[in-house]
């Protein structure tokens, strides 16, 4: 099967993340992993320095997955590592009767998600997900599955 890139239409960061890996230390990963509030809406050296929602990000991207994987209007949706909610606000908007559902490790991103995906979204672990088996047409992962330790990430990938 070919490999084919479904992110093409999402903005690129024009920093230099090598730059960024060599200044950080021990200490600034720790919390990082945390994945609290530094991680979201803390300093940029402990990660994104302020999540907020903006359409430019999600919107042509969800579209891409729509377009690609065929969804129906009433698709059901899983995003893994859901943060705030973002993307499946977008994929909401964009398919009204879709049924979106959303799980991350992040008490806080959790706590401070877009109000109204708030009955969607739980803390949760890819790991252990809390959904019974074939329950949806499309589950992502964004920036989630390859920062699990490999036995754990083989793990996430079987559920």
Not at 57 to 72: A, E, G, N, S
Not at 83 to 99: N, S, V
Not at 131 to 139: H, I, N, T
Not at 144 to 150: D, G, K, Y
Request: a negative charge.
């Amino acid at each position: 099967m070919a490999e084919i890139n479904l992110m093409d239409q999402y903005p690129q960061s024009k920093r230099v993340v090598e730059a960024r890996s060599e200044a950080v230390s021990d200490e600034v990963r720790r919390i990082s992993r945390q994945y609290g509030k530094d991680y979201f809406d803390g300093d940029r050296l402990y990660g994104y320095g302020g999540y907020n929602y903006h359409p430019r990000f999600w919107q042509p991207t969800v579209r891409r997955f729509r377009d690609h994987y065929q969804l129906q209007p009433d698709a059901h949706i899983l995003d893994i590592g859901c943060a705030k909610g973002f993307m499946l606000h977008d994929f909401q908007e964009l398919m009204p009767a879709a049924t979106v559902a959303g799980l991350d490790i992040s008490e806080y991103a959790i706590t401070n998600c877009m109000e109204d995906m708030r009955p969607y979204l739980q803390v949760g672990n890819a790991k252990e997900l809390p959904y019974a088996s074939k329950s949806f047409d499309l589950v992502t992962a964004i920036n989630t599955i390859h920062n699990l330790p490999l036995d754990e990430c083989k793990q996430a990938l079987r559920e």
